[in-house]
């Protein structure tokens, strides 16, 4: 069978399921009693704890109280560079070998980006290459893999009410409260929650949407979420932040490398002989330290835009298969192209700071 065929057969079982039974709870079709719509997976901003270190092992306070899905997700999109870089290395052929397929494509894009990153940085190329390109690499195979089916979809099982009330716990502790006043939340939360009963009902190795009763409530039981194995990296705050801050660190080690410790005199200006003569010369320390402050806070716009567009982009693709699922198609080829473009700016923005970093402006 032909790719496409396969494609468009995807599109009709989509349709179908999404289309016709994803609306309203469909009752009695082959025994079934409940709608065939996705069940949203959890939503919260951190990344969600999905395996745990035992009590008292001392890995503990390392990796908070586990490995959560965002930080394996960040691993495996390491694993395919580390792959791509293993499979695609250079290799040598004779001149009637030509290469094509996937290796083919990949070094156009490689040579492309190369010669880019020359026209910008001229002698620091081979410097500034690796960040550019890796921070290219590292962020959109971490964007487009949260695009794959099931990627972000398949976990775990949790309890609703438990989940939340351990959530509240955690910050009550965090903000300073005694063990016995973060108990007390868990079990207010909790119940809480258990009053609530708005979530989805576990049958067996399924989770699915319940039906209402005739006052409007769901069944008992109907209190599960799905916690994903895996969540795109970037919808963490931690990595984003993380590669932020490498990127700004790195753009001041270059400038400082470049021109050594003149390069800080744009940011720390105190010329007393030059205030004396004119006191409005005081202005220019006044507008060196602003720089200073606007150099820091690029981790800040760094991280909240990478942050905000992909942690966005995730939640619109969850609440409109919730609603329609054939609707995320339109959707899905929208996040695509964001996942490119906001690896693509981080990038560049990162090149362009690097290589602005490496020009003094003269003493004035």
């Known amino acids: 069978m032909k790719k496409r065929y396969v494609i468009y057969l995807g599109v009709l079982l989509l349709i179908f399921f999404g289309g016709i039974f994803g609306l309203d709870p469909v009752s009695g079709w082959l025994g079934l009693d409940f709608s065939f719509a996705p069940v949203r997976p959890f939503i919260q901003l951190p990344g969600e704890v999905v395996f745990r270190w035992p009590e008292g092992s001392p890995l503990v306070g390392l990796f908070a109280k586990g490995l959560t899905n965002t930080f394996m997700a960040a691993l495996l999109a390491w694993v395919v560079i580390l ?10 052929r004779t001149a009637d070998e030509v290469p094509t397929g996937f290796y083919n494509f990949f ?3 490689f040579e492309g980006a190369y010669n880019y990153v020359e026209r910008s940085a001229g002698k620091w190329t081979k410097a500034f290459f690796p960040f550019f390109m890796t921070f290219i690499l590292w962020i959109l195979i971490s964007n487009w893999m949260g695009l794959i089916p099931g990627f972000d979809s398949v976990g775990k099982y949790e309890d609703v009410a438990h989940f939340e009330a351990e959530l509240a716990e955690e910050a009550a502790l965090k903000s300073g409260a005694t063990k016995e006043e973060a ?3 868990f079990e207010e939360v909790e119940h809480a929650v258990e009053e609530a009963n708005d979530e989805a009902l576990q049958r067996g190795p399924f989770l699915v949407n319940p039906r209402p009763d005739a006052n409007g409530k769901n069944p008992e039981g109907a209190k599960w979420t799905i916690v ?3 969540r795109p990296a970037a919808t963490d705050l931690n990595f984003t932040l993380a590669i932020a801050i490498i990127s700004v660190i790195m753009t001041q080690y270059y400038g400082m490398r470049a021109q050594g410790i003149r390069y800080w005199k744009k940011f720390f200006v105190w010329d007393g002989n030059k205030i004396a003569k004119s006191p ?6 006044g507008v ?6 606007s150099e820091v806070f690029k981790i800040v716009s760094f991280a909240f835009r990478l942050l905000g567009n992909i942690f966005a982009g ?15 198609l339109a959707f899905y080829f929208l996040e695509f192209g964001v996942g490119a473009l906001q690896a693509l700016v981080f990038a560049l923005l990162t090149l362009t700071f690097m290589a602005g970093s490496t020009h003094g402006h003269g003493d004035h």
């Open 288 to 293: 060196g330290l602003l720089e200073f402050i």
């Open 314 to 328: 995730m939640v619109l693709l969850f609440v409109i298969s919730s609603l329609l699922p054939i609707a995320n």
């Open 280 to 285: 409005l010369a005081v202005m220019d320390t």
């Open 228 to 230: 994903p194995f895996l």
């Open 83 to 92: 792959l791509m870089a293993f499979l695609l290395k250079p290799r040598s």
């Open 183 to 185: 108990h007390h939340i």
């Open 107 to 109: 070094e156009l894009i």
